[in-house]
Structure formats: structure tokens, C-alpha cells
């Protein structure tokens, strides 16, 4: 049965086309620049690359082609083939904590709590409606971003704020990047062959959250009311006091929303080092001296290794720590900076097996006191697999 996994954002498409009688991939592609001058798709199959510059007016066309192409280049043989469609859905607010079947209440919610997720929550939609437009009544499925954190308790998502705050106006802590914690949560569980089990999740990409998991259920995770906080990231600053935003208002003649932008989007690696937000030029301008590069990658283990250490105690000890998203599965230095500031918690790795990059690996020795992976994310199999589960009970 073939299911396709969508990721709609703000001007682009991603999708992937899965046999789920085996879990394969099909197809996989991206139609960027929608509604922008110079848009494109290209679609990978078969060990093939196809690339186009193509007008792509709106996500409707994006779909429309998307569909077109599928046929034209053979991939699947009629549109019946496809039986259900998985959507990537960033914010679900307190009202989801599992996958749907989208409904017009999904879709109605999804433009209710736009504020919330400004950016994605607006193009969630625009992706469900072209594809309603397109395949008619075919099954829907939503796969939020925040359901997995839905599992904290009062506690941990409340900030010590006036209670008004959280009341009225929804403030607390949602978290993000949960559907690869529990794709990783759900990894282990096939690992360590039980349900019954402490870990830390280490989704460390150009974006990035720690997420502390018990018995495959989240009690904390370090992003917040939105992904600026937590650990450092590739642009973001992670947590901050946030009395310095008044602070450079003043000194930079910004206003609030243009300093919050500057936190997510010109701090983190590329803020401190003034160079890039990518993991590899901060490494390769390490290896050529570069100080300030040395001292971003130096803050970027710090934040990391603070959540882990919080979450450690939260959790009073671990049975693994696990490595995931560009950073984790492939930054050899980034993961043995962490794991040598860990030590102190008994975690040994192996310096050889930590060269591989990019595929599932145990790091840690025989000895070590925590078992640490490297477990590649798979979301949009994660996406797949939820959409395929909620169509067959229907
Ligand atoms: P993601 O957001 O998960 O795609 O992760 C992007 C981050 O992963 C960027 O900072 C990349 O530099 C980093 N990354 C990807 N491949 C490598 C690699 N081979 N070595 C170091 N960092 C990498």
C-alpha cells in the first residue's frame, strides 16, 4: 500500500512516496520557491534526479504537478494507488496529543492557534487543502510536531510567569521536533526490546531539542513556547535572559519582534562564530584556528551537555543517550565534546566507532554506565506509518 508523507512550509513542498509493505521509498522531492520568481521541483527515484524550473503559482500547483509527474515518469501507474496522505503538522496546541484523520475541525484548529506557529501553521493548511482539491476524499492524516509533548506535567510546562499568562493566553511550554523523539524513543524501544526504559533524545540539526523520555512518554523537552529556546542552534540563540531584548531595543533602535528575529535568526553558531550556522564550516574553520568558531562549537556542547545533565537528575539516571539530525548523526567532534564532558556520569565511547557518520551506530563501550546511539531520524516514515495505522482503523 503506498502512502505519501507531506511537509508543506511557507513557500515550499517535500514529499515522500512510501511502500509501506516493506517501509521503501519510492519517491522523494521538493517543489521550492512556490509563489516566488525562479520556483522549482526536483524528484528523486529510481536513482534518478529530475530537476525543473517550473511557474508553481501556489501550493495547488505545486500539488497539481507533484501528482502530474508521478504518472508522467511512471512512478506509480494511477492516482488510486495512492491510499492515504500523512501531513507534517507543527503546532496542535494543548488539543492533540496523538496523530488525526483530518477533519474541518483539524483544519479550522490549525487556523485557530495560527498564532502560534505563524509560519508553518498557515502553510500546514495550504498543503491539506491543495491535496483535498486534488485527490478528492482521499484519507488525511495530521502528525503534529508538539503531540508527543503533550505527556508533561503541569509542572515542567508552566514557567514561573503570572498564571494569567498561561490562562488566558496560552503561554507555556509545547515543545517541537516530537515526532522524531518518539520515532527515536520508538527505535529504542525496538533495541532494548521493552517499553520500560530511561533516555535522553538529542535531536541536534540546524535546529535542535533534548528531549528527556520515560517509558516512551516525554517529561521534558528544552524547547519551549516556540523553538527559540533551549540549547544553541545553527541561527538560534536557545535560552537567553530575556531582559536583553529590551536592552538591545534600546541600543539598536529595534523594536521587539525585529530583536526576537535577530535571536532566531542571526544568533546561535553563525551569531557567535560571525561566520556560518553550519556544524562544518564552524569544524573546518576550527581545524584552519579560528577562535571564535572554537567558542561557538564550545557553547553549542555546553548547552547540549546542560540539558543532558538536567534531564539525568529529572530522570534520576538513564539507560541511553541517543545521537539524532545532521548534527548528531554525522559531527564526529561535536559528539565526542559531549560525551568526554559526560564522563563524570560514566559514559564511555568507542573514538572509532564514533567516525561513522550518517547510519545507526552504539558508541558507547562495554563499560560505559549509559548506552549512547547514533539512531538516524526518519520522520517522515514516522508520518507514514501513523497515517497508515489511523486509516486501517477507521
Ligand atoms: P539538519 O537540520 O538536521 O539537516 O542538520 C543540519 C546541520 O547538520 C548543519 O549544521 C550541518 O552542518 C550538520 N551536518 C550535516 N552533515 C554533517 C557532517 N558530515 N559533519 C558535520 N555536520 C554535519
Redesign the pocket.
Known sequence: MKIISINAGSSSLKFTLFEMDDESIIATGLFERIGIEGSKYTIKYNGEKIEQEIELNDHTDAVKILLEKLIDLAIIKSLDEIKGVGHRLVHGKDKYSQSVIITDEVINDLEAFKEFAPLHNPANVLGIKAFKEALGDIPMVGVFDTAFHQTMTEDTYLYPVPYKWYKEYGVRKYGFHGTSHRFIALSMKKILRKENFKMISCHI???GSICAIKDMKCVDTSMGFTPLAGIMM?TRSGDIDSSIIPYVMEKEGKNASEVVDDLNKISGLLGMSEYSN???DI?AKIESGDEKAKLAEKKYVRRVVDYIAQYYVLLGGVDAICFT???GE??VPVRKDICEALSCLGVKIDLELNNK?GEFVKLSTDDSKIAVYVIPTDEELLIARDTLSLIRNR
Open positions: 540539526g540546524n535546529g545553527g553550519d556544524m562544518r569544524l539530525a545532521g548534527v554525522n559531527s557518520r
